[in-house]
Structures are given as structure tokens and as C-alpha cells.
């Protein structure tokens, strides 16, 4: 998930955004030479040269006639100089200027190439669909969704945390072909089914994940509402078969748990992505620890990929104090937005976890919570997206997003491709990494126990 703005443009978009502008090229002003003679001065005739003249006269008709055909002849001159001029100014700009109807004239001629003469061409199904997905890709905007009428409906449910599935947050081993269950959400067909947190999937549907390979099997286990699947379970040793009836779920996008750290209460807050519902379930998550009686929270965005633009808001909104938190910038450095914090602030000692797979708006957590002095941040060098994307709805239903702005705390620079340096440099421990930070015993993270002990000291 992407730092996104959370609308889509339901209309056309700009004819200021979508024209390609064709720019002529500059003319230089021609400069008039003059024929001169040799000694730089104009040339007089000689006496001598105007007594061997003859002289000659005209009638008033043949003065006419003369005129009228000098005036011609100036007219044809005049009219093939505009028409070279404007030929040259035009075979140099016309593909500039008009390269998408040309590109999709060539198109056309392709197809019907394939149409008459390919031996198969009943067989070629090449969807508008498919075209425009190829189109996205080819721009080399890396970070660019394309979606069909229905992906889009269905990533409208999931960024408001509507799912279809077992509903369980999982991380792949891939050396061990084995899923590990992080978390099982509430009310989901994996917990009706009595799948726990712990469980690690071995296989799926009666085959092992180590003959078809984790990724196969990872793919199995989604599917339609209504719909089962049956899991092959190591639960503490011991093999058991789990069926679960695929339904609809409520992701949750935070993970919480207190920690009881040498005497001391640690609220831990993970947020897995920026979501539609994270601002409510982090809000709800830091009251339940500070009714608790934390002494402070340790705010996970390790492996946060980003998410939608409001959520992000909202989240630093309820944290920080008065202010300007997010500013949004187009490419030439015109400021598009900014967005402010109200006065009230979360009054609690807070401390962020980060690492190369921290993303987007998880970055702008992290810098705006160092920038603000509300947090200090544990881990290493983040992944650097400092720019985001913006939704433009086509005719047919369709739906994509665009890089399109930049954005950025008002503390501190741009970080786009260059990524956030966190207050204390923590590595991993030896084998442990990214992939397995959420399966490995508490006191083996030591950039989580970096950050329960900085809480705890102060």
C-alpha cells in the first residue's frame, strides 16, 4: 500500500493535467544582410556605362500588364516561403505534439496486420484492460496502480478493512516453507474455526507446502466467501487439520500488547499499514495502555509499506501539538496543501521502531515524530518514498493512480530516494531480519528492547 490520497477523481481530470503541450521551437531573429561592393560602400554606375544604355520606353498597358505580373509572382514566392517554413515547423513538432493519436494509429495498424494475416487470430483475447495495465507499466512510474472496474471495487472494501477470506495477519518463511499466524482478527472465520496466533501452517488442502512450495500454497488458502479451506497446523509440536469457511472480515490494521519490562508497564502499538480504519484503533489502542498505566508506548512501523493520505492525518493529528504537520508540493514546487494539527496531543512518552521496509507515510510518522520531539526512533535507514499518488477514475470504471506530489514535514527536506536515518542506529542480531522480526522471542529484538529501555530510563 501506497502514500495515497484517499478520493478519486470521480470526473475528467483537468485538461491542465491530462494535455500534452507541444512546444515550437524558438526563432531566431533573421538578420538582413546588405550587398555591398568590395570597399564596403555601395557601387554607383559610371557616366561612361549611361551612354552605351539604350533607351527604352513602355506603353501604359504593358506597365500594367508587368505589375500585374511582378504582384503574382511575389504572391507564389511569399506563399511557398510560408509553406516550407511552416512544413519544416511542422514535421519537427507534429510527433511531440500529437504522439499519443499517433501512437494509437499505429496501433490500430497492427491489429488489423494481425487481424488479416495471423494464422490464429480468432485465439488473441487482449483486453482494453490489459492494454492500459501494460501502458501504466511502461511509464516507469514504479509506484502506479492500475484497476479494473471490479479491483476496484474490491480495494474499496479493503482500504476501509473490508475482506473476503480466513481473516489471520501472516508472515512466509521461506527457508522452512511455513506460514506463521502473527495474529487471527476478531470475529473472522480463522478464529470461529479456532486458529491462535502461534500456529504455524505446514500445508494446505492436504498437500505439503514443502512439495508444492509456500507460495502455492499461500495463494490456495485465499479464495470466495463461502468456500473452504482446510489447513494442515503445527500447534506445539503436534500436527492437526483446521477447516475454515471462507467469509468476510474486519482487518485490523493495529496490533497491540503491554509489556511488563523490570517492573515497568510498555504499551506496544504496531501498525501494520495507513488504513481507513487505523486512526480509531490507534486512538482506541494508546487510551486502553494509558488506562492501563503505561508508562509509555513503543509505536512499531517496522514493514509498514504506507497507506492513504487521511489516515496518516489523522494519526499525527491526534499526537502531536499545534501545528503544521504534512505539506503536499506539485513537481515544480508549488505548493499544493498542507494539513495541521489541532492543540490537543497525545501526553504520553512515545517511541517509533523503523526499518528498511518502513515506507511512505510510515517515513512521515517517523520524521514528523523525531521533528516534533514527540518520539525518538530506533532501527535503520528507512526506505525513502517521499512521494505519493493520486486517483483518476476513466470511462470505463477503471481506476488509476499516479505519482503526482511530493510531500514532507515542515522541519525537514523531501526524503524521496534518499530515505530517514532514525535517532539511534540499531541492527539486527545475528540471523535475525526483516522477514522473521515478528516470530523471533521478545528479547531477541534488539531494536525493540532498544526502544522499552530508553522509555523505561526516562
Not at 7 to 19: A, F, G, H, I, L
Not at 144 to 159: C, D, G, I, P, V
Not at 331 to 348: M, Q
Request: one cysteine or more; proline letters at 2%.
Amino acid at each position: 500500500m501506497l502514500f495515497e490520497e484517499d478520493n478519486v477523481e470521480k470526473t475528467e481530470v483537468n485538461q491542465e493535467d491530462n494535455q500534452l503541450e507541444a512546444t515550437e521551437p524558438s526563432n531566431e531573429e533573421a538578420s538582413e544582410n546588405k550587398e555591398t561592393d568590395n570597399s564596403g560602400q555601395e557601387s554607383e554606375m559610371k557616366p561612361e556605362q549611361k551612354k552605351t544604355k539604350a533607351k527604352k520606353t513602355y506603353t501604359k498597358g504593358q506597365l500594367v500588364f508587368v505589375s500585374v505580373v511582378a504582384v503574382f509572382l511575389a504572391i507564389v514566392l511569399s506563399t511557398q516561403i510560408t509553406f516550407i517554413v511552416f512544413s519544416s515547423i511542422y514535421k519537427t513538432n507534429t510527433y511531440e505534439s500529437n504522439k499519443n493519436s499517433y501512437f494509437f494509429s499505429l496501433l490500430n495498424e497492427l491489429q488489423g496486420l494481425y487481424d488479416a494475416n495471423y494464422l490464429y487470430s480468432d485465439e488473441i483475447d487482449i483486453s482494453a484492460d490489459d492494454m492500459l495495465k501494460q501502458y501504466v507499466a511502461l511509464t516507469g512510474d514504479k509506484y502506479a496502480y492500475y484497476y479494473t472496474a471490479e479491483e476496484w471495487y474490491e480495494e474499496q472494501n479493503s482500504l476501509q478493512g473490508t475482506n473476503a477470506g480466513i481473516g489471520a495477519y501472516v508472515t512466509v518463511n521461506y527457508l522452512d516453507d511455513v506460514i506463521y499466524i502473527i495474529h487471527v482478527f476478531k470475529d473472522s472465520p480463522a478464529e470461529q474455526a479456532g486458529l491462535q496466533a502461534g500456529d504455524i501452517v505446514i500445508g494446505v488442502d492436504g498437500q505439503m507446502f514443502k512439495d508444492i512450495g509456500v507460495d502455492v500454497g499461500f495463494n490456495s488458502i485465499a479464495g470466495e466467501a463461502g468456500t473452504t479451506v482446510t489447513l494442515i497446523v503445527d500447534r506445539n509440536g503436534s500436527q492437526i487439520e483446521i477447516t475454515s469457511t471462507r467469509g468476510h472480515y474486519t482487518y485490523e490494521s493495529v496490533l497491540t500488547k503491554i509489556i511488563d519490562q523490570d517492573g515497568h508497564k510498555i504499551g506496544y502499538i504496531h501498525i501494520l499499514e495507513f488504513m481507513g480504519t487505523t486512526p480509531e484503533e490507534f486512538k482506541k489502542a494508546s487510551k486502553q495502555m494509558i488506562s492501563a498505566g503505561c508508562e509509555g508506548i513503543v509505536i512499531d512501523l517496522r514493514n509498514n509499506p504506507g497507506g492513504q493520505l487521511d489516515s496518516i492525518v489523522d494519526v499525527l493529528d491526534y499526537i502531536e501539538p499545534a501545528g503544521e504537520i504534512v505539506q503536499i508540493y506539485k513537481k515544480d514546487g508549488t505548493k499544493l496543501a498542507s494539513f495541521n494539527s489541532d492543540r490537543a496531543e497525545l501526553d504520553i512518552p512515545l517511541a517509533v521502531l523503523c526499518n528498511e521496509s518502513t515506507a511512505s507515510a510510515a517515513e512521515l510518522m517517523t520524521r514528523s515524530l523525531m521533528d516534533t520531539g514527540k518520539a525518538e526512533s530506533f532501527g535503520v535507514l528507512t526506505y525513502g518514498k517521499g512521494c505519493g499518488q493520486s486517483g483518476f477514475k476513466l470511462s470505463n470504471g477503471s481506476v488509476v493512480y499516479i505519482t503526482s506530489f511530493y510531500y514532507k514535514t515542515p522541519q525537514s527536506d523531501n526524503y524521496d530516494g534518499i530515505g530517514i536515518t532514525p535517532t539511534h542506529v540499531v541492527d539486527y542480531p545475528e540471523g535475525v531480519n526483516s522477514t522473521n522480526l515478528f516470530i523471533i522471542p521478545m528479547e531477541d529484538d534488539a531494536q525493540l528492547q532498544a526502544a522499552l529501555n530508553s522509555l523505561i530510563n526516562k
